[in-house]
């Protein structure tokens, strides 16, 4: 069975940093691409980052582009995401997802984690 | 960026009515068009990839129909966990764009 599992999530002050984790099982990890996307307060969905299964491709949304980093571990079944320079209208539930393959599907989530950027 | 509309909004339904949800994306997305359902305090589901094919799992009551870019999510009979709310989503052009959801109530 898919298992996808955030964490990392937590209360941080405008400017500050978090590095968030997506530990995955059930799957070959390294035979997908992996997202993430989030979800503000009273707000619908939001993709942010993609990376390749090698990890060699990644794409953000504007919102995050040079704020944000997205890695992975495919020895390790992880996805990361670094987040710098925080504003408060990153506050949100940040999801990892499983990528089908085809066209980007996101055909597993995790449960989410919660950032919130408040001072 | 491809915007992505949902109609309606919003939606009050009973059990065993059907329903259905429109998409509409700002370009063509050929049917690379999929479907998610969320509910509250639990992680969105796909329901419908590439416009049409139904996820392994989901109930026959969900399908999906169109091309291009305007889309339809139906569900022949609610069922009470299909409270909730659903958002397509294109996967054509990054950036990936989800619509602005469609909340299903009683």
């Known amino acids: 069975e898919v298992h996808l599992v955030e964490s990392g999530g937590n209360l941080v002050q405008p400017g500050g940093s978090l590095r968030l984790s997506c530990a995955a099982s059930g799957f070959i990890f390294n035979s997908h691409s992996m997202n993430w996307v989030r979800q503000a307060p009273g707000k619908g969905l939001d993709w942010i980052s993609f990376?390749?299964?090698?990890?060699?491709?990644?794409h953000y949304a504007d919102s995050v582009k040079g704020r944000f980093t997205i890695s992975r571990d495919n020895d390790n079944n992880s996805v990361f995401l670094q987040m710098n320079s925080l504003r408060v209208d990153d506050t949100a539930v940040y999801y990892c997802?499983?990528?089908?393959?085809?066209?980007?599907?996101?055909?597993?989530w995790g449960p989410g984690t919660l950032v919130t950027v408040s001072s | 960026d491809i915007q992505m509309t949902q109609s309606p909004a919003s939606l009050s339904a009973s059990i065993g009515d059907r329903v259905a949800i429109t998409c509409r994306a700002s370009q063509s997305v050929d049917i690379h068009l999929n479907w998610y359902r969320l509910k509250p305090g639990e992680a969105p589901r796909l329901l419908i990839f590439s416009t049409s094919g139904l996820q392994y799992g989901v109930p026959s009551r969900f399908s999906g129909s169109g091309s291009g870019t305007d889309f339809i999510l139906t569900i022949s009979s609610l069922q009470p966990e299909d409270f909730a709310t659903y958002y397509c989503q294109q996967g054509s052009r990054i950036p990936f764009t989800f619509g602005p959801g469609t909340k299903v109530e009683i």
């Open positions: 997802a499983r990528d089908l393959g085809a066209d980007t599907t996101f055909d597993y």
């Open positions: 990376i390749s299964s090698s990890g060699e491709t990644v």
